[in-house]
């Protein structure tokens, strides 16, 4: 398939953005938070990125020590334009997160959920709205001899679909599914749409498999250059038709499918405008970036501090001009594409772009 190119139109456009981006970097304001409350899961997910365990056991953040962090921040923004986001592991197997959410709820602040939809059934859906559940997001990767065999979990397909029927009944709560696009199910995406359409998802959002965690030892998972092409296309093309909301995740820029595959330019905003506290209190970005450039600690830290006078490599990017990065005409706009394809190294894993011109 022939590469996509630029147009000039785009690439004015990509210059407009770029100028923009310099204040925005220079304000870093935090719009999102991630909090990584457990690494339990009662998944064993091939392409998982954390080292999360299936057992039941284990030390999980108190929900005390992770609000001190949220007062804290509270004097120095708008509470109600920052969104927190519970994930893990799987969120839903702490039964303490209506508690900090209800928290979260009083002190102004909208919250979602990240999970894979085994635990959530209709009385847990209704104790999370009732403690000011804003959004929620499910995964579910395809039918249901792709999606349990990327997830292994028993029944994990029936149980999403259950969770995700749930959530078209809600009116109060903003939801959309994730699927993580690979070998097992590329050839089914255009089917697996009309389903989603049938099951009454609005809102789709498509991702890749980075080579991080349990995926750097499972290549079979990932997508050819052809195949990546493909999917870009299938994603216009459904943009087009105008039946189901449908983008593409936030990994990397993407050339002449900028702005046709999302609803915006691309931009990581990791350390930018979105942080995490990660399960063992660690101050980094966003969860997918490796512990290697986590900033601080909240039991060493304060966290507003370290969110305004650290964060530099992600604020900085010029360093990661090198490897095949050195000579890209395209850095000026990607700066090295997503901050979590970068190997505890600095270099980059794989480069999106790159798999487009070939």
């Known amino acids: 398939m022939a590469s996509k190119r630029i147009s000039f139109r785009k690439r004015l456009a990509l210059e407009i953005i770029r100028q923009a981006r310099k204040d925005i970097v220079r304000q870093h304001t935090l719009t999102t938070l991630f909090w990584e409350c457990t690494l339990r899961c009662n998944a064993a997910c091939r392409h998982c990125g954390s080292d999360c365990k299936a057992s039941p056991e284990g030390n999980d953040m108190p929900v005390a020590d ?47 959920i990240v999970s894979n939809g085994y635990l959530l059934t209709a009385e847990r859906l209704l104790s999370l709205r009732k403690a000011g559940l804003h959004a929620m997001t499910i995964s579910l990767d395809g039918f249901a001899e792709a999606h349990d065999w990327l997830r292994r979990v028993p029944n994990g397909f029936q149980k999403a679909t259950e969770a995700i029927r749930l959530l078209v009944h809600t009116t109060d709560v903003v939801w959309d599914v994730v699927t993580c696009a690979n070998q097992q199910n590329i050839d089914t995406l255009t089917d697996f749409k009309e389903y989603l359409i049938n099951l009454g998802v609005r809102d789709w959002r498509i991702f890749t498999i980075f080579p991080i965690g349990r995926a750097a030892e499972n290549p079979e998972l990932q997508l050819s250059d052809e195949q990546f092409t493909s999917l870009l296309q299938f994603i216009a093309d459904t943009r087009k038709e105008g039946r189901i909301k449908v983008s593409y995740g936030c990994e990397g820029f993407l050339g002449g499918y900028e702005a046709e595959v999302r609803n915006t330019f691309y931009h990581c905003e990791a350390g930018i405008t979105v942080g995490s506290i990660l399960h063992d209190g660690s101050i980094s970005a966003c969860p997918s970036i490796r512990a290697d450039y986590s900033q601080g600690n909240i039991y060493n830290d304060d966290f507003w501090t370290v969110w305004n006078d650290k964060f530099e490599p992600f604020r900085d990017r010029s360093w990661m001009k090198k490897g095949i990065c050195a000579d890209c005409k395209m850095f000026r706009y990607c700066e090295g594409n997503g901050f979590h394809l970068r190997d505890e190294k600095g270099d980059l894993l794989i480069c999106h772009y790159n798999r487009l011109v070939r």
């Open 66 to 112: 992770f609000l001190k962090v949220i007062d804290t921040i509270t004097p120095h923004v708008n509470p109600h334009k920052v969104f927190v986001i519970f994930t893990g592991g799987e969120a839903l197997v702490r039964n303490d997160i209506e508690l900090c959410g209800i928290e979260l709820y009083h002190r102004g602040y909208p919250w979602g």
